[in-house]
């Protein structure tokens, strides 16, 4: 790590960047603390995704859901990627991010409004918290000065403009002109960091980011065993016969385990090794946080229709688990898989995402979908990551 110097004024570190390629760095408690939070927020998150979905709002569900997740991926996000360039651990680093921590909680509390009325202002409220403070983060950074001072400012400006943008998305009315600003403003979002680092790159460390992401992996993969856990004990009245409730929660089980198993396979430092890679490894997870946060929600779908809470068809429930499987096979296939696969693991891996995407027209989906896992995670265990010295840019 690169020297922070020691300030004897307010006991505050000197924000200079820290070592890419410092040894044994790994999440620092302060980080793991601020994951908690976004547990909160992906749980809500599902659960109102799970209720728009039993009830068949499949479109009103989706946006809702991709709005909601949206802000909570962008803002965990953009908290890891600075980190693993800043962090000082110092005091006000805490209070700054302890600040963020609370915009997160803000934010979660106004979920279910979002979902049943179209209510931002909560969210939109916790939101710019998180990215205000977040403007404060880099405009510390920029202080030190050094070559990094100009990437640092252009992020503070760039942030804090959009803000102007989500609280103007206020105004807009409920429905699909607020989706459209909704999907302009969100692309402007994501275009801060290019235009931050169009000259200049701040630095990352590949092991750092990289557990980071497979942390929160985990958090999203253990919603889907906590929520789904909770709804079969809330099914047991309701249901004559155990079977069908023990049949699922070791499906349940088995999907989760080798979604696990999967995502962790290839050695995904590799998939950040320049500027473009990063940007694709970062942006795609949206869509694989997403789908394991919104596959927890397929399943409390499918026990919705076992005891009767919902009148969807057996074909539609079986597509709201094997859809979010589906998108998370692909996404993580794209950006950490193929790249350090054979020709037989890169066949199969997009191969059992299309199976498992038309599983449901079949007469047993979800066995079926478990199946299909099972058989991928044997061809990875048969046949590991390709070694490799360097990664040729695609």
Known sequence: MTANASSSRFQLRTMLPRDPAQPHRTASPLELFFDLVFVVAVSIASAQLHHALSHGDFLHGVTSYAMVFFAIWWAWMNFTWFATSFDTDDWLYRVTTIVQMGGVLVFAAGIPRAFEHGDFR????????????????????????????????????????????????????????????????????????????????????????????????????????????????????????????????VLTLVVTAALWWIYFWPPHHRAITSFRRSLRYGYTHYFVFAAAAAFSAGIEVELDVLTGESHLSNVAASFTVTIPIAIFLLGIWWIAIRDNADRVVNAVVPLGALLVLLDPVLPVPVTLTALILAVIVVVLVLRPPVPREGIVES
Do not use: C
């Open 122 to 249: 909560l969210p939109v409220l916790g939101y710019v918290v998180m990215r205000i403070a977040m403007v404060a983060q880099w405009l510390r950074a920029s202080r030190a000065g050094g070559e990094l001072r100009s990437p640092a400012r252009r992020y503070a400006f760039g942030i804090a403009a959009v803000q102007v943008l989500w609280i103007l998305f206020l105004l807009i009315p409920v429905g699909p002109l607020q989706i459209v600003a909704f999907v302009l403003f969100a692309l402007i979002e994501i275009g801060v960091p290019i235009f931050a680092e169009y000259r200049k790159r701040t630095p990352w460390h590949p092991h750092h980011i990289t557990e980071r992401y497979g942390l929160f992996t985990l958090i999203v993969l253990g919603e889907s065993l906590l929520a789904s856990a909770n709804a079969i004990v809330d099914a047991l009245e309701k249901v004559e016969s155990l079977g069908p409730l023990i049949a699922i929660s």
